[in-house]
């Protein structure tokens, strides 16, 4: 079965640094996001991806944050300069239609020392 | 933001007896419901869905029920199984283009053998 794949599974990073998150998407999708959940809080949306340019993003996603699909294949998520507060899990989704279900990679720890 | 709330953090069931899993939902614009399962180190696993235009929907040993009025939605899984332990997460989306998910937080089932 198709599925969702996120590299790397963990990511340490020095506070301030630069970090980038790969996802490579089912292959037929046509919509994307990413999510992050803070240890013991809710899964949080970030941003949503369709037509090669963002539909939706939230109060998270400030200007530190963007994305970006290169290639056809790959949808990354780019963190300009990390802070501590950034580290969590992120999780990559995507879906063939957006009232369809969103299906999810295995995500990314992101710790930030 | 508790528009999407699982009041119960955990549940313990014996093994091929019912599991009834909660989410209660503020938004009235939520139009579209989905329960996942998490196992720990993975991603959300899409498990149901249902539109709220029906109050019902059942797949094998999974059925998700809707109260529009109380704003409610249950999981049962019958028979429950030891495999069915995990984390199940109860999200939602408004109706439009990008359908972001809302998520709860999440309740912990273990079925005992």
């Known amino acids: 079965e198709p599925e969702v794949t996120q590299t790397p599974s963990h990511q340490v990073t020095q506070m301030g640094q630069e970090v980038i998150l790969r996802c490579v998407p089912i292959?037929?999708?046509?919509?994307f996001y990413w999510y992050r959940q803070i240890l013991g809080q809710k899964v949080e949306f970030l941003v949503s991806f369709y037509n090669n340019e963002i539909s939706e993003k939230s109060e998270i996603f400030d200007d530190q944050f963007s994305v970006e699909r290169p290639d056809g294949s790959n949808f990354t998520l780019k963190i300009r300069s990390t802070k501590l507060e950034d580290s969590a899990m992120y999780f990559c989704?995507?879906?063939?239609?957006?009232?369809?279900?969103?299906?999810f990679g295995d995500g990314t720890r992101l710790s930030i020392l | 933001d508790q528009q999407v709330k699982q009041n119960s953090p955990s549940l313990s069931v014996q093994e091929g007896r019912i599991s009834i899993l909660n989410c209660d939902y503020t938004?009235?614009?939520?139009?579209?419901f989905l329960w996942y399962k998490k196992y720990p180190a993975e991603g959300p696993t899409f498990l149901i869905s249902?539109?709220?235009i029906k109050d019902k929907n059942e797949d094998g040993r999974f059925t998700v029920f809707l109260n529009k009025s109380a704003k409610h939605l249950s999981l049962h899984i019958v028979p429950s199984q030891p495999g069915d332990s995990a984390v199940y997460f109860c999200?939602?989306?408004?109706?439009?283009?990008?359908?972001?998910?809302?998520w709860g937080l999440g309740t912990s089932l273990a079925v005992n053998p």
């Open positions: 938004n009235s614009m939520f139009d579209y």
């Open positions: 999200a939602a989306s408004e109706a439009g283009n990008n359908r972001k998910l809302i």
């Open positions: 249902i539109s709220s």
């Open positions: 292959s037929n999708h046509l919509y």
């Open positions: 989704a995507s879906s063939t239609e957006s009232n369809q279900p969103q299906h």
